[in-house]
C-alpha cells in the first residue's frame, strides 16, 4: 500500500484493517479495552477532566453543568474514529493523568452503552446524563 498507521489500530494499504480495539462495543469489549463494567441499566459511570469553570478543555462553548445531558443522534459509532465529533469520556485514572498539570475538574457522567460512537483509551459518544463534580478533597 501507500501508507501505514500504527497506534491503536493499523491500516495497510487500501484493502485490509487490523485492529486490537473494540469494534462491537459490547460489555465484553469494553472491559478488554479498559476495565469497566456496565450497571445493570446499561449505563457504564465515566470521568472527564473540564476546566474549573466547567468548560471542555478542547471546546469551551460546550459546559458540563452539575445535573446536566446532552445527546447528538445524528452521531454514528465508527471505531476508526478516535477522536471526533461526540464527546470523550475515560476512566478516572486517565481523566486524573489527562490534566495533571493543568488546573482542572473531574466530573462524572452516565453514559448508555447504546450511546457508544468508539473505544481507544477513552469512549467517544453522542450522548451523556447525570453530569457530577467529583471531589476526594473530604
Not at 469553570?53 to 446536566?68: A, I, M, P, V
Not at 464527546?87 to 466530573?107: E, G, L, N
Amino acid at each position: 500500500g501507500d501508507y501505514a498507521k500504527i497506534g491503536h489500530s493499523a491500516k495497510i494499504g487500501d484493502y485490509a484493517e487490523i485492529t486490537k480495539s473494540a469494534v462491537d462495543f459490547s460489555i465484553e469489549k469494553i472491559w478488554q479495552q479498559l476495565n469497566i463494567l456496565p450497571d445493570f441499566a446499561g449505563n457504564y459511570t465515566l470521568y472527564k477532566s473540564v476546566n474549573p469553570d466547567l468548560s471542555s478543555f478542547h471546546d469551551k462553548q460546550h459546559k458540563y453543568n452539575e445535573g446536566s445531558s446532552w445527546r447528538d443522534d445524528n452521531l454514528q459509532p465508527d471505531q476508526s474514529i478516535e477522536c471526533g465529533a461526540g464527546c470523550h469520556f475515560s476512566t478516572y485514572t486517565y481523566a486524573v493523568a489527562f490534566a495533571q498539570c493543568s488546573p482542572h475538574v473531574i466530573i462524572s457522567a452516565k453514559v448508555h452503552i447504546s450511546d457508544v460512537l468508539a473505544v481507544h483509551r477513552k469512549i467517544r459518544v453522542r450522548g451523556y446524563s447525570d453530569v457530577r463534580i467529583i471531589n476526594l478533597d473530604m
